[in-house]
T-cell receptor, first 111, second 116 residues
Framework: QQPVQSPQAVILREGEDAVINCSSS?????VHWYRQKHGEAPVFLMI?????EQKGHEKISASFNEKKQQSSLYLTASQLSYSGTYFC????????????FGKGTLLTVNP | DTEVTQTPKHLVMGMTNKKSLKCEQH?????MYWYKQKAKKPPELMFV???????INESVPSRFSPECPNSSLLNLHLHALQPEDSALYLC???????????????FGPGTRLTVT
């Protein structure tokens, strides 16, 4: 079942902050976050696991509320390079590592 | 080296053609994936290989035939495709698909396929 991402799009000025949300109606084992720039491959940002473990880039922060099955990606002091489409991918327990991606959030950072 | 390579970058084929997409990684990853991505849509999982064996087939039509000759290579054989199969085909790899572990996926740049 596809997770729901919000907002669909956000426009920032350089230096501003943004939060991207991802929610599921099913119990999740993990949430992955990827960024894809136009014409490029998705790039891994963060994994948040049931139980609280996180793996990812130092400059990226995210949270996973297991009770609500919601994850949020926090982008602070945004830079021009943050522009792109952000996808969350959710994995359910016992799914043999099948990731289902949300529809994506288009982030545009302007000077 | 954290690179996944895919060839060709672009492919145009007729509905009666047979072609193959190739993906390669040298990170020692034991899980490899094929995704299909339409414009402005998220990647959709097609196949997962774990330790060179097909682990997941997301009810993909038989005109798409995956193959994993060894742990570094993944092929996608295409035959009698339809115009609606035109899309970006992404390959990815990850360390493993063991249960109770979750690993990041490394994506290749994709092959942009056009079916005429």
């Amino acid at each position: 079942q596809q997770p729901v991402q919000s907002p669909q799009a956000v426009i920032l000025r350089e230096g501003e902050d943004a939060v991207i949300n991802c929610s599921s109606s099913k119990a999740l084992y993990s949430v992955h976050w990827y960024r894809q720039k136009h014409g490029e491959a998705p790039v891994f940002l963060m994994i948040l696991l049931k139980g609280g473990e996180q793996k990812g880039h130092e400059k990226i922060s995210a949270s996973f509320n297991e009770k609500k099955q919601q994850s949020s990606l926090y982008l602070t002091a945004s830079q021009l390079s943050y522009s792109g489409t952000y996808f969350c991918g959710t994995e359910r327990g016992g799914s043999n590592y099948k990731l289902t991606f949300g529809k994506g959030t288009l982030l545009t950072v302007n000077p | 080296d954290t690179e996944v390579t895919q060839t060709p970058k672009h492919l145009v084929m007729g509905m009666t053609n047979k072609k193959s997409l190739k993906c390669e990684q040298h990170m020692g990853h034991r899980a490899m994936y094929w995704y299909k991505q339409k414009a402005k849509k998220p990647p959709e999982l097609m196949f997962v290989y774990s330790y060179e064996k097909l682990s997941i087939n997301e009810s993909v039509p038989s005109r798409f035939s995956p193959e994993c000759p060894n742990s570094s290579l993944l092929n996608l054989h295409l035959h009698a495709l339809q115009p609606e199969d035109s899309a970006l085909y992404l390959c990815a790899s990850s360390q493993s698909v063991l249960r109770r572990e979750s690993y990041e996926q490394y994506f290749g740049p994709g092959t942009r396929l056009t079916v005429t």
